[in-house]
Structure formats: structure tokens, C-alpha cells
């Protein structure tokens, strides 16, 4: 499964960024999706998820108020809606896809999408 992620960019504190996920041509309806981020020399740590279905989700504690994940199947898209942003929201933020699994561990993801940039100023 391929994975765009895009909808990063330069945005002030306080700003806002709706990040999108889509798997072309192909159906992700079985499959878990994970935003994670990344700085540089820091490990990619995990963001939030969202099972296929869409009825459970979960955030790491300080998106959580901020952010919400959610997907549309039919467009094969999933999001990432980041509201109430701040410098230390500033990463490369990327997607991920995990066949009928769910969870915050990257090990449980089967496929990754390219980074796309989020720079938060003060």
C-alpha cells in the first residue's frame, strides 16, 4: 500500500493544519492509519490513530483537546486536524497503514507514507 501524506506547512502559533493521508487506487478500509512525527536526532514518536472502522482512536497526551483523527473509506483518505498548534508541534509528520491491527507502537504498522513538514512559529 502507498501512502501520500500531505497538507503540511508554515503556519503561527495558535494555527491550524488539516494533514491528509490517501492510499491511491487502493482501498484502506481494513487497515488501521497512525499519524507520527519526527524531529531531527529524536525517534518518531506517535501522534494518533485511528482504527478501519473509525469507531476508536487514540492520541498521544499532548495533542490530545488539539488534534482529531478521523477518515473517510470511500475517499481512502484519512486526517489529521490540528487546531490550537505550537512550536513544539513543529516536525515532519508522517502516515501510517496497519492491516487489521491498531495501536500506538511503530511496529505495528505495515506501510509508511512520506514525511510532510510542519513548522509551527512563535
Known amino acids: 500500500v502507498q501512502l501520500q501524506a500531505s497538507g503540511g506547512g508554515l503556519v503561527q502559533a495558535g494555527g491550524s493544519l488539516r494533514l491528509s493521508c490517501v492510499a491511491p487506487?487502493?482501498?484502506?478500509?481494513?487497515?488501521?492509519v497512525g499519524w507520527f512525527r519526527q524531529v531531527p536526532g529524536k525517534e518518531r514518536e506517535f501522534v494518533a490513530a485511528?482504527?478501519?472502522?473509525?469507531?476508536?482512536?487514540d492520541y498521544t497526551d499532548s495533542v490530545k483537546g488539539r488534534f482529531t483523527i478521523f477518515r473517510d473509506n470511500a475517499k481512502n483518505t484519512a486526517y489529521l486536524q490540528m487546531n490550537s498548534l505550537k512550536p513544539e508541534d513543529t516536525a515532519a509528520y508522517y502516515c501510517?497503514?496497519?492491516?487489521?491491527?491498531?495501536?500506538?507502537?511503530?511496529?505495528?504498522?505495515?506501510?509508511w507514507g512520506q514525511g510532510t513538514q510542519v513548522t509551527v512559529s512563535s
Open positions: 501510517a497503514a496497519a492491516y487489521l491491527k491498531f495501536g500506538s507502537n511503530r511496529d505495528v504498522y505495515d506501510y
Open positions: 487506487g487502493r482501498t484502506i478500509s481494513t487497515y488501521a
Open positions: 485511528i482504527s478501519w472502522g473509525g469507531s476508536t482512536r
